[in-house]
């Protein structure tokens, strides 16, 4: 059974730049969660992918957008990036919709840093 | 507005002893709480689910309980080994079916 795989592991990038990072998602399952995760801090809700759509979203602007393909696997894009934006995004995948009606399997995280 | 409270942030304990972990939030309305395990700078890993109608998980040395009524949970973790050291955070799913995340614990057991 394959895992939830993320890339890149790591990247850094700079004020005003835009960034995308990459998810597949674990065999038969077809809901993609993201979440940032900023140090010492519990993850916080992006939005949710369900069968291509989105399903749900949380506090965070529009220049955070996303993309889940027919495959399943997702994008998380981040436009004019702030230096806030450093964290640890972090992909979900759920065999069901909603972030929680079933056990979530999370990937290692992408680490970004914004000079 | 749901909120999620681990106390406390960092706990450090000798090898073999059993310990406990809290978690409380202040919406009992709830559809499940989970705990989770992350090591350090990796993603997280499920540890054990428990619904808003149960009110205890248990997986090998874990034992999660709920009371939904005062808002707690504890994780309990019996004889810590060092391979246990790690954050552990716990979340509930909310009436708005998000998942709200305490900041976590982390745990370092010493052998």
């Known amino acids: 059974e394959t895992g939830v795989t993320q890339s890149p592991t790591h990247l850094i990038k700079t004020r005003g730049q835009q960034v995308t990072l990459r998810c597949s998602s674990q065999?038969?399952?077809?809901?993609v969660s993201w979440y940032q995760q900023a140090l010492g801090q519990g993850p916080q809700f992006i939005f949710q992918?369900?069968?291509?759509?989105?399903?749900g979203r949380g506090n965070f602007p529009p220049r955070f957008s996303g993309l889940q393909f027919p495959n399943y696997s997702s994008e998380l894009n981040v436009n004019a990036l702030e230096l806030d934006d450093s964290a640890l995004y972090l992909c979900?995948?759920?065999?069901?919709?909603?972030?929680?009606?079933?056990?979530?399997?999370f990937g290692e995280g992408s680490r970004l840093t914004v000079l | 507005k749901q909120e999620v409270t681990q106390i406390p942030a960092a706990l450090s304990v000798p090898e073999g002893e059993n310990l406990v972990l809290n978690c409380s939030f202040t919406?009992?309305?709830?559809?499940?709480l989970q705990w989770f395990r992350q090591d350090p700078g990796k993603g997280l890993t499920s540890l054990l689910l428990?619904?808003?109608s149960q009110r205890e998980q248990t997986s090998g040395r874990l034992n999660a309980s709920l009371d939904k009524s005062s808002g707690r949970s504890t994780l309990y973790i019996a004889a810590s080994q060092p391979g246990d050291s790690a954050t552990y955070l716990c979340?509930?799913?909310?009436?708005?079916?998000?998942?709200?995340w305490g900041a976590g614990t982390k745990l370092i057991i010493k052998p």
């Open positions: 919406d009992s309305a709830i559809y499940n």
């Open positions: 979340a509930v799913l909310d009436s708005n079916y998000q998942l709200i």
């Open positions: 065999s038969g399952h077809n809901t």
């Open positions: 992918y369900y069968r291509e759509e989105e399903n």
């Open positions: 428990i619904q808003s």
């Open positions: 979900a995948s759920s065999p069901g919709r909603g972030q929680g009606n079933g056990e979530l399997f």
